[in-house]
């Protein structure tokens, strides 16, 4: 939903009704996970994707069909031999898209709302009934402390907030179950959880080139970025204009500082002993996602003996990623920036790092529900 915030801000903006195409279900390989959207406009503009390209001529055609008839629909879309190049998902999986128009004032001011929330980062979560003994397409936005919107049954809305808290507490989007009135353990109404917590977090400390380099190609791929660095020379907005927050502070005392959870990702390219030595060792006291070290070998082995004599055990030392990145063969800044980014997402996602072309299986990992 991040990615369509300008689009569906301008046709709000403008009055254009339109409709939302949300994954909710994933069997087996599948290109975007639960939660992919695309949105299609009554003037036929597209914004977004829910398979990347295999089955978005459909979703566009189930889009207009939505806002015509002013209906939800739920789409299915898999493969099978004899329908191989027809509508389908060339990759063997399965995946439902439900489509939802968005046409009344009302409904676009209530999404209107939650894509102000989502722009703050502030979390919350958007639960939508798909189908069963309720509307379909009812929603229901919940944040900590509120909510709003009906699913159409108290029972079923207590019941919807409680479990949207928990999954919106683990950053978790997923498929929940009830009985018609909110029962548990019955199977009578699906409704899918969107839960939009804020971007994950990278720090990156060093206000070098590579620095800025990783930075924008972080950015890119939904991270917020700051960067850090003890030198006022150096750590300057001009350098940086990508990252969202820059900081002229001791790095160690900058990261004791400062939030970092289990989606953290923490970049070290100083490569400076003063710098490195009290910088891990205090990273390595958190619960951070990726801790990534610039250096070379022998510069490894020289941190890896500080570590040591400061008291840093063998169990915390292999959390490090050092040399950080995967070997692409990277010269530039830009090049090795690609490298450490192609590591921070085979580590978020178990891939193996290897060409493609050289395993057999499956092409798409199973996902983490709600990342």
């Known amino acids: 939903m991040r990615e369509l915030l300008s689009d569906l801000r301008d046709w709000h903006t ?35 994707s829910v398979s990347g390209g295999c089955v978005e001529s ?23 031999d004899d329908e191989a190049f027809g509508v389908g998902l060339t990759c063997g999986g399965t995946i439902e898209v439900l489509v939802r128009p968005y046409a009344e004032e009302s409904d676009r001011a209530a999404l209107r709302e939650l894509l102000g929330t989502i722009a703050a980062g502030e979390p919350v979560a958007l639960a939508t009934v798909v189908s069963g003994a309720a509307p379909a397409g009812a929603h229901r936005t919940v944040l900590a402390g509120r909510a709003a919107g009906s699913l159409g049954e108290e029972g079923l809305d207590a019941a919807v907030t409680d479990d949207a808290r928990g999954l919106l507490a683990q950053g978790v989007t997923g498929t929940t179950r009830y009985g018609a009135h909110g029962e548990r353990r019955m199977q009578d109404v699906t409704v899918f959880v969107q839960a939009f917590a804020p971007a994950p977090r990278m720090l990156v400390f060093g206000a070098i080139d590579h620095a800025a380099a990783t930075a924008r190609i972080v950015s890119f791929l939904g991270y917020r970025v700051t960067v850090c660095d003890a030198r006022p020379v150096f750590a300057t907005r001009e350098r940086f204009p990508t990252a969202d927050e820059v900081v002229c502070a001791w790095p160690h005392t900058y990261l004791e500082s400062t939030p970092v959870d289990a989606r953290t990702v923490i970049c070290v390219l100083t490569h400076d002993p003063k710098f490195d030595v009290p910088l891990l060792a205090a990273a390595l006291r958190t619960p951070a996602a990726y801790i990534g070290v610039m250096g070379s070998r022998r510069t490894h082995a020289d941190r890896t003996a500080r570590l040591r004599e400061a008291g840093v055990g063998e169990a915390d030392l292999a959390r490090l990623a050092s040399p950080v990145g995967l070997d692409l063969g990277a010269r530039t800044p830009e090049e090795t920036a690609v490298s450490i980014a192609a590591e921070i997402v085979q580590h978020r996602w178990g891939g193996t790092g290897r060409p493609l072309g050289e395993l057999a299986g499956a092409i798409h990992h199973a996902r983490e529900p709600g990342t």
């Open 14 to 48: 403008a009055g254009t009704p339109f409709a939302l195409a949300t994954v909710v279900a994933v069997r087996g390989s599948a290109p975007r996970a639960p939660g992919a959207v695309m949105a299609v406009s009554a003037t036929g503009a597209v914004a977004g």
């Open 58 to 80: 459909d979703v566009y055609e189930a889009a207009g069909e939505a806002l015509s008839t002013g209906r939800t629909l739920l789409r299915t879309y898999g493969i099978s």
